[in-house]
């Protein structure tokens, strides 16, 4: 946790199996009252309790901070928390190219994978090209509980759940994200993808090696290509890097 501060780099760490104890709010790697942080080629399983217990964080006082290239897995709080404090600044951060596989929340909402929860909303929080797969049943894809200023652009979003994983969220905006088994699509996504996302496996276990990050204890779930859903390309886990999309516009 990085807490009162500015600019930092987290890299090449892995979390394995935290909150198994707290009864508390916990998240993987976050920060507090932090700025210009860059988080990137850590992987982060086994988060314990719904009590946020998500892999990332952006908290209270977060202002351009990027989390980029990390790998999270099997945490029962989640993938991603939003969530800003009353009366602080939470704005300009970025999430892009990561990957979760098989993270949940199947606590009380408004939780869910992703999380855009606490007293205040963020301002122009921008999450884009990730890979959000997930098998596990109960849990919502996205939720919200009121509060906005995210922004989720070509994202992967595939659950393979039964009953599958809505978005439960109106307030925040989707734009050319490609979805499987979340149900209804967010209205305000108007460029939706709903084409297969061309997966290598049928049931997820991870990105594979890519780039400099550390090596994942599950091995080879990766798209087919980098080029938008539904074309013929295919690229192999051991050299695809998690910079997926389901459309050819990227940032």
């Known amino acids: 946790m990085l807490q009162h501060g500015h600019h930092a780099l987290v890299e090449h760490n892995d ?3 935290f ?10 790697i976050w920060a507090w009252n932090f700025d210009d942080a860059v988080y990137q080629y850590n992987e982060v399983t086994g988060g314990h309790g719904t009590l946020d217990s998500q892999a990332f964080d952006f908290d209270g006082g977060n202002n351009r ?5 990390n790998y ?5 709080g989640g993938f991603l928390l939003v969530c800003n404090a ?3 600044k939470t704005s300009d951060n970025v999430f892009r190219y990561n990957v979760s596989i098989n993270d949940r929340n199947t606590g009380s909402p408004p939780y869910g994978v992703i999380s855009v929860v606490c007293p205040a909303s963020t301002t122009n929080t921008q999450v884009y090209n990730n890979t959000v797969v997930t098998d596990q049943a109960g849990t919502a894809m996205v939720s919200d509980n009121g509060k906005g200023g995210v922004t989720f652009r070509n994202n992967i979003f595939v659950s393979t759940a039964e009953g599958g994983s809505p978005i439960s969220d109106t307030l925040n905006t989707y734009d050319h994200n490609l979805y499987v088994g979340v149900g209804t699509v967010p209205a305000s996504d108007t ?8 997966l290598l496996g049928a049931t997820p276990d991870s990105p594979g090696t890519y780039g400099s990050a550390p090596t994942p204890r599950h091995s080879a779930r990766a798209p087919r290509s980098r080029t938008p859903a539904g074309t013929t390309t ?7 890097r998690p910079t997926w999309a389901p459309t050819s516009a990227r940032t």
């Open 19 to 28: 909150n198994m104890r707290s009864a508390g709010y916990n998240v993987g």
């Open 72 to 76: 999270s897995h099997d945490n029962e």
């Open 65 to 69: 901070n990027v989390y980029q290239y």
């Open 15 to 17: 979390v394995d199996g």
């Open 191 to 198: 460029n939706a993808v709903t084409a297969d996302p061309r």
């Open 234 to 240: 295919s690229a192999t886990a051991s050299t695809a």
């Open 86 to 88: 009353t009366g602080m």
